[in-house]
């Protein structure tokens, strides 16, 4: 099955749970920004993965690592054991690479567009910069690929990614329970783009597995949510997807 149409059930699924248990005040569906995020979902889920694939298979072919892509060492492994090494190794490089985002200058002007969402829902998950995603796909796909992880088990995790992504982004009062130790939730996140003024930044860079902000102490989590999201600046920054791809560029 082909990963739009799991994108479409699962995206469905998520604006149904936000009308039945919305944990903040409910969101209308016709909010400020969304036709943006649209476009940003279509393309950040088809096209740039798409271009990236095309752009990442010719380098190899021009540079020809053949040592490297040789190694194959997971192509033999089982399925399960594939997704048992894949996900925490997977999960902690994008851990390491948000944090990256955050806390180097240059990156951060790209990281921007992800956190100039203000009214928080699962469509958030997908405002992201594609300056950002070469960061990402640099860091982790090219040596995936070229350890041999089958494609199966790499569309999966990316299913399971996408599902925490929408979840951990929702206006959702669905709690995990102890399971929060483990898993990226709406209660953790949120407080990932609260505004300078209302606490702590540069806190809960968890993408799937929040185990890492526990373990290096990144984690903070009160009981409620912050009363506003954003950054310093906010008011004055983009409100349109072309606007928002030009301005790391700007300064």
Not at 188 to 210: R, V, Y
Request: net charge positive; charged share 10%.
């Amino acid at each position: 099955m082909v990963y739009a149409v799991w994108l479409f059930g699962i995206s469905i699924a998520f604006v149904v749970a936000e009308r039945i248990w919305p944990w903040r005040r409910q969101q209308g569906l016709l909010r400020a920004g969304l036709l943006s995020d649209i476009l940003y979902i279509v393309f950040n889920s088809e096209y740039l993965g798409m271009i990236f694939a095309v752009v990442t298979a010719r380098l190899l072919v021009l540079y020809n690592p053949e040592p490297l892509i040789t190694l194959n060492l997971m192509s033999s492994k089982p399925y399960w054991l594939q997704f048992a090494i894949l996900l925490p190794a997977f999960d902690f490089a994008q851990w390491a690479v948000h944090n990256a985002l955050h806390r180097t200058p240059i990156l951060w002007r790209f990281h921007k567009v992800h956190h100039s969402v203000v009214d928080m829902d699962w469509i958030g998950n997908w405002r992201f910069h594609w300056g950002e995603i070469v960061v990402y796909r640099a860091a982790m796909y090219v040596p995936t690929a070229i350890l041999g992880f089958a494609p199966a088990v790499l569309f999966y995790y990316g299913i399971l990614n996408t599902i925490i992504g929408h979840y951990a982004h929702a206006n959702l009062r669905v709690s995990l329970g102890p399971l929060k130790y483990i898993l990226n939730t709406p209660q953790m996140h949120i407080w990932h783009h609260n505004h300078p003024d209302c606490g702590p930044i540069n806190k809960n860079f968890a993408i799937t597995l929040s185990i890492w902000d526990w373990i290096f102490g990144t984690a903070y989590m009160p009981a409620k949510p912050p009363e506003r999201l954003g950054f310093e600046g906010i008011e004055t920054y983009p409100k349109n997807i072309a606007g928002q791809w030009l301005q790391p560029f700007l300064k």
